[in-house]
């Protein structure tokens, strides 16, 4: 069977948004989303990590142009949230590896992306799935080189977004 993946769409304007220690229980993912969505702020990515002692981190991504919204209503989602921080990171890029529903039903399709990016030495600081879709976070000044070896090695076409 051929490799499921067929284009990598690439984001180098994105910013990576970090609540951190948010309060671990039903509807706090749906209130900060409520809350942004209400400022016109659309999710390119969210994470979430596991909770610890009723907290948790969420993770997520917003186009650059948005950053100041989010900054702008910063204490709001902080005291709505219980938070124990939030932190910004502007030096990040997204990768979506998009294919067909194969994707999901090809055993090793992660892995083999994985493995092409940890031997260039890119580090994968967030990772997301779908049916037809592998989403990963990069720090933006290794984007080149990896887009270099996964065009190389999987033989995929490259858009860059805006």
Do not use: C, H
């Amino acid at each position: 069977m051929a490799f499921p993946v067929e284009e990598l769409w690439v984001n180098r304007k994105v910013v990576k948004v970090i609540l951190r220690g948010v309060k671990d229980k039903p509807g706090i993912a749906a209130e900060v989303f409520e809350k942004l969505a209400s400022q016109g702020i659309n999710i390119e990515l969210i994470v979430s990590g596991p909770s610890s002692k009723g907290r948790s981190d969420i993770a997520f991504l917003v186009l650059e142009s948005q950053l100041f919204r989010i900054q702008d209503m910063e204490n709001d989602l902080m005291e709505s949230t219980d938070a124990m921080g939030i932190g910004y990171d502007p030096k990040v890029a997204l990768l979506v590896f998009y294919g067909s529903k194969e994707i999901s039903k090809t055993p090793g399709v992660a892995s083999k992306i994985f493995n092409i990016l940890a031997e260039a030495g890119v580090n994968i600081e967030m990772v997301s799935t779908s049916i037809d879709s592998i989403s990963i976070v990069i720090r933006e000044e290794l984007v080149d080189r990896a887009v270099m070896v996964l065009s190389d090695m999987l033989g995929l076409s490259v858009e860059e977004a805006y």
